[in-house]
Antibody, heavy 116, light 110 residues
Framework: EVQLEESGGGLVQPGGSLRLSCAAS????????MHWVRQAPGKGLVWVSR????????NYADSVKGRFTISRDNAKNTLYLQMNSLRAEDTAVYYC?????????WGQGTLVTVSS | QSALTQPASVSGSPGQSITISCTGT?????????VSWYQQHPGKAPKLMIY???NRPSGVSNRFSGSKSGNTASLTISGLQAEDEADYYC??????????FGTGTKVTVL
């Protein structure tokens, strides 16, 4: 069964940092582009970032560019999102997802709360 | 990249058909046949319902169908059931090589 499981969320103060992880299983992780998508409380889905199969290419939404870094470890079947200089507006559930031309599957999400 | 435009809410009675629109531009919806649709129940992760405009993944009911005309894609749910009450989001590949989601539509079964 194809599965994604996020971890690393929590409460962090404005200006702080957090690293999210996403453990993949049930498929050949190194063959797929992987993405992060977030959803603020009561709001819609927003695309955040993506990384190529071998990690050689990355893209970011303008709202996180320069503050977030996506990476992957294909040997560990794990996707990461390093989040620095966090702001209140980064508060959201963060989902990792596998992408071909569509997003499937999705992890259960991990909640990041930025608050003092 | 601006979000694709969806109606905030759509409602229908059990057994009826409803259609949700998703309007973008020639740089996303209109430029590629890479539109997908997702269903999200409260507190749950999104679930893929339609990919590449009109294809259904294995296990998704054939009551769900997708189409596209110009810069607008549509999701139709026929034979509406109580379990279809959820939020629905469209998504499209964009000319910048990234993806964009729609604003989301809350479907209510009356």
């Amino acid at each position: 069964e194809v599965q994604l499981e996020e971890s690393g969320g929590g409460l962090v103060q404005p200006g702080g940092s957090l690293r999210l992880s996403c453990a993949a299983s049930g498929f050949t992780f190194s063959s797929y582009w992987m993405h992060w998508v977030r959803q603020a409380p009561g709001k819609g889905l927003v695309w955040v970032s993506r990384i190529k199969t071998d990690g050689s290419s990355t893209n970011y939404a303008d709202s996180v560019k320069g503050r977030f870094t996506i990476s992957r470890d294909n040997a560990k079947n794990t996707l990461y999102l390093q989040m620095n200089s966090l702001r209140a507006e980064d508060t959201a559930v963060y989902y990792c997802t596998r992408v071909v031309r569509w997003f499937d599957p999705w992890g259960q999400g991990t909640l990041v709360t930025v608050s003092s | 990249q601006s979000a694709l435009t969806q109606p905030a809410s759509v409602s229908g009675s059990p057994g009826q058909s409803i259609t949700i629109s998703c309007t973008g531009t020639s740089s996303d919806v209109g430029g590629y046949n890479f539109v997908s649709w997702y269903q999200q129940h409260p507190g749950k992760a999104p679930k893929l319902m339609i990919y590449d405009v009109s294809n259904r993944p294995s296990g998704v009911s054939n009551r769900f169908s997708g189409s596209k005309s110009g810069n607008t894609a549509s999701l139709t749910i026929s034979g509406l059931q109580a379990e279809d009450e959820a939020d629905y989001y469209c998504s499209s590949y964009t000319s910048s090589g990234t993806y964009v989601f729609g604003t989301g539509t809350k479907v209510t079964v009356l």
